[in-house]
């Protein structure tokens, strides 16, 4: 039950045999960098405007094994999630804009090019990959610098002394189960992660007052369906206010045994294929 690595996806699609019982699920996860308002550039809404705009997910997603390893997204929220909402929040492509973002940075007053210095968890993947970013970033007028980090990411940027050191910060989320309650609350609440020992999850220490008032009357809903169509247009509220920049939504690969009878992929709350499935 253990997806495919994108390094072996076209091999695995080039090869009739296994191509024929392959199956391509959506996984429950979503890649994104958050802003670190705490940084003197992300402070600054008109330059995270501009990092948004000049994010290049299409550059991404090839340096990370193309289409068979992830799509594009806008949404923190997982596509196949009821609370998934459909929307653009600053009308630009998904190899983004720059000459666009670099209008929104000049108009920041930040004197270009504006340094960054962005952490990523590193593989040699990641490498390729963050270092396409950059590339898109640099073309609106960012200066920037990637710190990969090996070992102890997320204790790592979620130290105090990381909300100095960097602006802006790789991570990943699958729900808990197929809701956005455990989306927005427990990545984008800064009531309930930051502390003086760090961010907790909300790694960008975003805390806004009107994002935090609309999760409190979302929670307040009773009936379980009505409740999810409120969490998307919070997900788009925080995408617009520059609180993260989703990239893309991961993809599994599954190549059953040739023997075996019935397969069936997981719901992608999980993104697994549990043996209770295979026959």
């Known amino acids: 039950d253990v997806t495919a690595p994108p ?28 802003p670190n308002l705490k940084s003197k550039v992300f402070s600054n809404a008109k330059a995270r405007e501009a990092f948004a705009m000049s994010t290049d997910r299409d550059a991404y997603i090839t340096a990370n094994g193309g289409p068979t390893a992830m799509t594009p997204t806008n949404a923190m929220t997982n596509k196949e999630l009821p609370a998934y909402k459909e929307f653009d929040p600053f009308g630009v492509p998904t190899a983004g804009d720059p000459v666009k973002a670099k209008a929104a940075l000049v108009a920041s007053g930040l004197p270009l090019p504006v340094p960054i210095k962005v952490a990523y968890r590193k ?55 197929p809701s956005g ?4 609350p427990a990545l984008f609440d800064g009531r309930v992660n930051i502390t003086a020992g760090g961010s907790g999850q909300d790694y960008g220490y975003f805390n806004d007052p009107e994002v935090n008032k609309a999760i ?22 925080i995408v617009q206010k520059g609180g993260g920049v989703p990239i893309s939504m991961r993809k599994c690969m599954y190549v059953p045994d040739a023997g075996a009878r019935t397969y069936q992929a997981n719901d992608p709350s999980t993104g697994s294929s549990p043996p209770a499935r295979l026959g």
């Open 216 to 237: 409190d009357a979302a929670s307040l809903i009773p009936d379980m369906a009505a409740r999810e169509k409120p969490w998307g247009h919070i997900d788009e509220m």
């Open 181 to 184: 309650s455990t989306v927005m």
């Open 7 to 34: 390094a072996l996806m076209a091999q695995i699609l080039a090869n009739p045999s296994l191509k024929d019982r392959t199956t391509n699920p959506a996984a429950p996860y979503v890649d994104y960098v958050q």
């Open 123 to 177: 593989t040699p993947t990641a490498d390729k990959a963050w270092a396409a970013l950059a590339q898109g970033w640099e073309k609106a007028g960012f200066k920037v610098t990637l710190d990969g980090i090996a070992a102890k990411y997320y204790p790592t940027i979620q130290g105090p002394e990381s909300a100095t050191k960097y602006d802006a910060f790789r991570a990943g989320w699958g729900a808990d189960w």
